[in-house]
């Protein structure tokens, strides 16, 4: 499989471009800063300049040509509310729209848990945030993609056990960054796995029962 992997340096993206890389598939990893270059290299993948805010819609519709399945992987990091509306809101409608022009049917959104933040205090950043990334679900949804939301708990760097818990509505929890991209290198191969939103968070189930599991 030809993957095309938005935000591939970041702490999901960089640990899925290496998962599927050394599972066999060709990835190429779009990056914003050329100082990230060497780090998608390292996973395996191809790395490519490209840029959510600037590059128009037939620009990375051009990127993206050829590929089999599109993840978003991306995200303004707290960079500011107006960054995060144009990466993680207009920046996945953009790359939306851009796979269904260049023929590219699969598309996973790696989203947030509807419940993250809630018993402690939230800044008006935070639930911008929230805001923005609910509407690019929306947005996803409304779409003729073959797509897959996947609305992981609060990530942790600790080292993954590579079981989870999974499903249309959970309880909200925890899940390690390894585990995260091991269910999505997972979920892409299952092709029955299509047009749901998956909620994740760790647990006692193997990952590969899981994505049966959630097929709807």
């Known amino acids: 499989m030809k993957v095309f992997l938005i935000g591939s340096a970041g702490g999901v993206g960089r640990r899925l471009a290496k998962l599927l890389t050394d599972g066999g598939d060709q990835v190429t990893g779009m990056t914003r800063n050329p100082a990230q270059a060497d780090t998608v290299a390292a996973t395996g993948a191809t790395p490519l300049a490209g840029d959510l805010i600037d590059d128009s819609t037939d620009a990375l519709a051009a990127k993206l040509a050829g590929h089999d399945a599109v993840v978003f992987s991306a995200g303004a990091h707290g960079t500011g509310m107006d960054r995060t509306t144009l990466i993680d809101g207009k920046g996945l409608e953009k790359a939306a729209d851009a796979a269904a022009l260049a023929g590219v049917p699969r598309f996973v ?86 047009r749901v939103i998956v909620e994740l968070t760790a647990g006692d189930t193997p990952i590969a029962d899981a994505v049966k599991r959630a097929r709807p």
Do not use: C
């Open 109 to 194: 959104l790696v989203s947030v848990f509807p419940d993250a933040g809630r018993g402690r205090e939230v800044n008006e950043g935070f639930e911008h945030y929230m805001r923005v990334k609910k509407t690019a679900d929306v947005y996803l949804t409304g779409t003729g993609l073959d797509w897959l939301i996947v609305r992981p708990g609060t990530l942790l760097d600790q080292p993954g056990t590579g079981r989870v818990t999974a499903g249309v509505a959970i309880e909200y929890g925890d899940v390690p960054r390894d585990d995260v991209a091991g269910f999505i290198a997972a979920a892409l191969h299952e092709r029955a796995l299509s």
